[in-house]
């Protein structure tokens, strides 16, 4: 754990130094300000930042963040949650403008925080180094896995965040092409999420079938978004006009080649259904791939 926390210290300490002379001027500002009027107005800056981060407006969005750190520690206290979590969204914002050094920065001097106020088996200094991880596996894999490994580590066995934790490990391992090593870690998470969530939790199911999708078809790859719909007892319900609905998306997809839909969702809810419209799929496919044109659903 030390490794992590000071392998950059002397760039934190330069940070810090840096970041005092910057936050003086508020910390004068907010000096006049009670507790109580800055926990109000720390509370309505998260709704600004919120608003400025959908609008795409990221330095307006970081100017204000970096104001609702100050506001935190005058209103709870520089070790608080709120300041924390204040911290983290800074952080975050600097990595989505591609600053990535500040926010580098930024999450170490969080963890240092973090583990002085809490200790380093708390949940809140866990939850930094699972942000932390998600930063840096984004930016070099192999940066990540060290911090991922120790997040790991710290998790109790029968902690329920230790399945996704060994998850993202797995995934971090996949990332960097060491996929036996992979393979091993995300059978133990499924079996983990089994145990520690439950079979039918929604990561769960999305383990599962990363895990055979890989151990079928080879496919590795972090899906870009995973959504899981659970119909209890039930099969899929068609709504009316299903059909209408169907000829519509039809209609659309001749617009966009390539793209073919198979599944309960469309013409079918019965096993023959879906074989006969995953066939009919996988051959328009193959047309498409030999510079035929069709659409399938």
Not at 189 to 213: H, I, P, Q, Y
Not at 261 to 277: E, H, Q, T, V
Request: aromatic share 6%.
């Amino acid at each position: 754990m030390g490794k992590i926390i000071f392998s950059f210290k002397c760039i934190i300490l330069a940070f810090i130094f840096i970041s005092q002379l910057m936050l003086s001027v508020n910390n004068t500002a907010y000096s006049q300000t009670t507790p109580e009027q800055a926990a109000e107005q720390w509370n309505l800056r998260q709704t600004e930042i919120e608003q400025l981060y959908q609008d795409g407006d990221l330095q307006g969005a970081l100017n204000i963040a970096q104001e609702a750190v100050s506001l935190a520690e005058t209103a709870f206290g520089s070790e608080a949650l709120e300041t924390i979590s204040s911290l983290l969204l800074q952080a975050q914002i600097h990595a989505e403008m591609d600053q990535l050094e500040e926010a580098n920065q930024i999450y170490q001097m969080t963890l240092e925080i973090t583990v002085a106020a809490f200790g380093e088996s708390d949940a809140a200094t866990l939850s930094v180094l699972d942000s932390y991880g998600q930063f840096l596996n984004a930016i070099d894999p192999e940066m990540a896995e060290p911090i991922l490994r120790e997040v790991l580590r710290l998790t109790a066995k029968d902690d329920p965040q230790r399945a996704a934790r060994m998850k993202s490990l797995g995934q971090n391992l996949q990332d960097m092409g060491r996929i036996s090593e992979a393979e091993e870690i995300l059978s133990d998470s499924l079996k983990a999420f089994k145990t520690l969530v439950g079979e039918k939790d929604a990561e769960t199911l999305e383990t599962l079938v990363r895990n055979d999708l890989q151990k079928i078809m080879g496919i590795n790859e972090t899906p870009i978004f995973c959504k899981v719909f659970q119909n209890h007892k039930s099969n899929v319900q068609y709504h009316v006009n299903h059909s209408e609905r169907i000829d519509s998306i039809m209609e659309d997809l001749k617009k966009m080649p390539g793209l073919f839909l198979a599944g309960s969702a469309y013409r079918g809810i019965g096993i023959p259904d879906c074989i006969k419209n995953g066939n009919q799929a996988a051959e328009s496919a193959f047309d498409f791939l030999n510079g035929k044109s069709h659409v399938s659903v």
